[in-house]
């Protein structure tokens, strides 16, 4: 079963670092496109970053030059890397797999908090 689990939250300064990892894929590491989603409480969520099943990757503008979206094969995780955070960053992170006929994203995480401060 595809039970994605996020990783690397906390709390971190602004100009700081984190990375967030995502596990739990099973079968369809190498068969879905993959992102990274936040959401703020009374907000809307945000996609974040995507890697697309033809490998391509896009970003939101707002982390663009500071976010690196990148999957790892060998230990078959999904990760963020977060550079130059924000306070704007605070969020829920979440990751997810698998876009169905509507556009949404079919499996998700428990999310993992960032605060920037």
């Known amino acids: 079963d595809v039970q994605l689990v996020e990783s690397g939250g906390g709390s971190v300064q602004a100009g700081g670092s984190l990375k967030l990892s995502c596990s739990g894929f099973a079968y369809v590491f190498t068969m879905c496109e993959m992102g990274w989603y936040r959401q703020v409480p009374g907000r809307e969520r945000e996609e974040v970053a995507l890697?697309?099943?033809?490998?391509?990757?896009s970003y939101a503008d707002s982390v663009k030059g500071r976010f690196i979206i990148s999957k790892d094969n060998d230990k078959r995780t999904l990760d963020l890397q977060m550079n130059d955070l924000k306070t704007e960053d605070t969020a829920s992170y979440y990751c997810?797999?698998?876009?169905?006929?509507?556009?949404?994203?079919?499996?998700w995480g428990q999310g993992t908090q960032v605060t920037v401060s």
């Open positions: 890697i697309r099943y033809n490998r391509s990757i």
């Open positions: 997810a797999t698998c876009r169905v006929v509507d556009g949404s994203m079919r499996h």
